[in-house]
């Protein structure tokens, strides 16, 4: 699956470094290959997915064994409960074990049932049965209403 490249609202500020505007802080920030991954994806999962945007928090601080961590994004269902967690690298960072293993560590505090991580090009998606205590990689990101169907 390939991002489509959209307009985003793009500036530079007074130091000379780009920012873009993220439509979930409300905010500029700091247009680093990993937001700008991040916005390409939130952006594909509203559009392509149905996901609602309301329903989407980046970057938001979590305790992992008794650590201050910031996760990248997490998808919740209408109820508010954390549904999908999502970690974002930069296009030339590879992605492997290693960067699911940090999703899944996050997932210690949040227990989501889809676990995803995405460098821009390529992207897994993990669904996460916590009572089996099984995990099977699908071969999509699935649609919002699949999450809590």
């Known amino acids: 699956m390939a ?3 959209i307009k985003f609202n793009i500036r530079t500020n007074q130091e000379g470094k780009e920012e873009i505007f993220d439509y979930w802080r409300k905010k500029f920030v700091a247009l680093t290959p990993e937001e700008w991954v991040r916005q ?3 952006n594909f999962l509203v559009t392509e997915k149905g996901y609602p945007q ?3 928090t980046v970057e938001k601080l979590i305790l992992v064994n008794r650590l201050s961590k910031r996760f990248d994004a997490v998808v919740y269902n209408q109820l508010r409960k954390p549904v999908m967690l999502i970690e974002f690298k930069a296009p030339t960072i590879a992605l492997s ?3 699911m293993e940090q999703a899944g560590r996050y997932n210690l505090s949040l227990k989501v049932n889809y676990l995803v991580i995405s460098n821009g090009a390529q992207h897994y998606c993990c669904k996460i049965d916590h009572q089996n205590e099984t995990f099977l990689f699908l071969t999509e990101i699935p649609e919002f ?3 809590i169907g």
Do not use: M, P, R
């Open 3 to 5: 991002l489509n490249e």
């Open 40 to 42: 390409q994806f939130l």
């Open 54 to 56: 309301s329903l989407i």
């Open 97 to 99: 074990q290693k960067t």
């Open 145 to 147: 209403n699949q999450l």
